[in-house]
Structure formats: C-alpha cells, structure tokens
C-alpha cells in the first residue's frame, strides 16, 4: 500500500454512524480526518474513538477554540484526553490564549487558524482588519508561532505568504481546497490540491469532493494518486 496521502478528510456528517463509515472508507488512502464543531458537539468524545476505529488513523479535532486563556486552557486539557492528533485555535485570540492551549494540550500539534477561508476581502475591510488578506494571515501566522502554536490554517491563497513568514519547520494546513471542476460552495479564497501543495502546503482538509461523491474512498484515492505526481 502506498504512504497515505497529507488530507484530512472533513467528515462533515449527519450522524455518528455515516460519519464512521466514511472515515472507514477514506483511511486507507489519507493521513487524517477531521472531526468538526457539529459533530463533536452532537456525540461529543464519542465520536473521536468512532472514527479513529482500528486504523489509528490521525484525527484532527477542528473546534476552534477562542476565548480567555485560562477557558482555553481547560477545554484543551479537557479533549487532550482524546489524544487528538491535532487541535485548533483561533490565532485572533492572541498570543496568551495561544500559549495556554499549547501547554493544556502537549500531545497534540496546536493549529492556529489564520482567517476563515470564507471571508472575502470585504468582509475583512468591514471586521477592519487591516491590508490584504495576505498581510493579515502573515501577522497572525506570526503572533501564533511566536506564542508557540506548531501548525497553522491558512487559505492556500495565503500559504505561499505564510511560508515564507514562518519557514520550513511549522505545518500548514489549507482548508478551501477543491479538485478542478468541483464547486467552491461557501469558500471564498480556493486552489486545487496540487496548487496548495505547491505552494508549501503540508495537509490539505477536503471534505464535500470526497464525502459527497458516490463512493467516498475512490474519490479519496483519485485525490491521493494525482497528489502524488506533485513534487513537494
């Protein structure tokens, strides 16, 4: 079998048990998968053992956690229980909160999200966020690092920026990715696979293209294979 390909499947599911089923489908083929606030608040940790099953498939745990340090703090120490291979912040909570969460958490990689991948840039002039969104990802990137986060989400817009703000040693993680044709749905700012990991990405996060195909672990495995040929 061929090494997993860097995507962390979204299993953005109705239910405990299609959310299971299609994580069984996709690991054989990807690194990761992706549990989301809906779910996690639905089944709660319930739903981590669920779709890690016997694999030991990495599971990213996508909460976005955003709130005074010492909140954070407890939530992460709460989940870190779950051995998550990877948790996420909002970088916007600062370089405090940031820190907290790293310490609660010391399993698991902390992932600061830079900006959500579904505000335009006028929604980020109207929220008065200065600049480009290029410039804001890499002032966040920045202040995240700084307070000690290991990983960052970025638009594969920005992760070329963010790479050259942060250099080698720090995981990209680029939601808004959708294979040519597919439809962009709610995201503002989107490449292709092979873009994003041109572009220095480490882990691409694709869940609708590979879920919401008629057989979820063929379109994770088409992914896989056209990753492949990508040269990192």
Not at 43 to 69: C, E, M, N, T
Not at 122 to 133: E, F, I, M, S
Not at 192 to 205: I, K, N, Q, R
């Amino acid at each position: 079998m061929s090494t997993s390909a860097p995507i962390a499947v979204a299993l953005d599911a109705p239910d405990l048990d299609t959310a299971a089923h299609w994580a069984g489908l996709v690991t054989p083929h990807v690194s990761t998968v992706k549990v989301g606030l809906e779910l996690y608040l639905r089944y709660g940790p319930d739903v981590i053992a669920s779709v890690r099953g016997a694999s030991g498939v990495q599971v990213f745990l996508d909460l976005k956690l955003h709130d005074i340090p010492n909140t954070v703090a407890a939530a992460a120490r709460a989940v870190a229980r779950l051995k998550p291979a990877i948790l996420t912040v909002h970088a916007s909570g600062g370089p405090a909160m940031i820190k907290a969460a790293v310490e609660a958490a010391p399993n698991s990689q902390i992932a600061a999200v830079t900006l959500l991948t579904s505000l335009s840039e006028t929604d980020l002039a109207a929220l008065g966020v200065q600049g480009t969104p290029v410039d804001a990802a890499r002032r966040l990137a920045a202040i995240a690092v700084g307070a000690g986060a290991q990983a960052l989400v970025c638009s594969p817009r920005e992760v070329a920026a963010v790479r050259a703000e942060v250099g080698p040693g720090i995981t990209l993680i680029t939601p808004g990715v959708r294979p040519a044709g597919a439809d962009t749905q709610d995201q503002a700012r989107v490449a292709t696979p092979e873009d994003a990991l041109s572009h220095g990405a480490d882990l691409l996060v694709i869940g609708r293209p590979i879920t919401g195909a008629p057989d979820p672990g063929a379109a994770a495995a088409a992914i896989a294979a056209a990753l492949r040929k990508v040269s990192h």
